[in-house]
């Protein structure tokens, strides 16, 4: 098992694509150990950028799936705005596949984009975020969740899809506020014993709910909880060790980084107490430049996960960059820092 967990842990050293030339705040000088730099830009097996932002990785018979936001063309901001809008024209979900983490292929646009038709959710002149699927057992159905809006984040909408393959292609069912409320950044959590959880700041951004999904994963129910009261966090990321759950968030200040935060419980529905933040060390004051948006477990039992992250290039967002970082965890405590070597 250490030598299987050394194997997974040391690529993500390899992999800090994010360092690249655009994420000045991290130059070369303050993180010389060059094995975080040489990387560059992060290709899937064809060569090609990968291009899976905000997303969310599915482990599923021995295969990990990666899903993600495709930004592509050309960045705009849209003017007269109360939150920082910068777009590009909404191009769908991809997914890309792995055995070991670090060899990704491209498996396809798992929910494509539709064009010219303004009243649907998926249209290129819409956003379509953060994307995370799971499996339901008891359907046999992979179920995808996101955040699509309009252009100026007035929508609000959580949408679901589906699929009978893990790659896709989804079908779009259609989306909702959640309990009546606005959904924005979000994402989905499976517990261990089949339940599902959709997690999504809200009350402009002032107010994260954790809200209980259907037994087909597809819908939620009236058991939801509001947490964070007035702390404007968002893209939160939850996870489980042992008894104990998880919840990580960021603060809210645009397409800037900013101080991570987490939480625990008890219970996802249960009493949520804030920890502050888990990273450590220079720069973790802006969560090393980049913004959290999954946690994936590579020995959960022994405390080992992996933290997932963007570093937005909010000015071209077809050239953001990605960032993983090894994560400990000790009773309530949460460790994410940056370093050359390979924890034990």
Known sequence: MKIWLCAHLSLLFL??????????????????????????VWKDTDGNFINAHGGGILHHQGVY????????????????????????????ISCYSSKDLKNWKFEKIALSATVSDTESDLDTSKVIERPKVIY??????FVMWMHVDYKDYSYAHAGVAVSDNPAGPYRYLGSVKPNGQDSRDMTIFKDDNGSAYLIHASEDNNTMYINQLSNDYCSVTNQY??????????????FKFGKKYYLLTS?????????????????????WKPMGNPCIGPFSETTFSSQGTFVLPINAKNGKFLFIADRWNKTDLENSRYLWLPMEVKGDIINITWSAKVPD
């Open 251 to 271: 603060a809210c200040t645009g397409w800037s980084p900013n101080a991570a935060s987490y939480a625990v419980s008890d219970s996802p529905l249960g009493d």
């Open 65 to 92: 799936y990666w899903f993600g936001e495709i930004k592509k063309g050309k960045t705009w901001l849209l003017p007269d705005q109360k939150m920082e809008c910068y777009r590009v024209p909404a191009s769908g």
């Open 136 to 141: 339901n057992q008891k359907t046999k159905q």
């Open 15 to 40: 992999i800090q694509t994010i360092t690249t030339a655009f994420s000045q705040k991290l130059s070369l000088k303050q993180f010389p150990e060059k094995q975080m730099l040489q990387a560059g």
């Open 225 to 238: 909880i509001r947490i964070s009261e007035g702390k404007r966090r968002e893209a939160p990321a939850m």
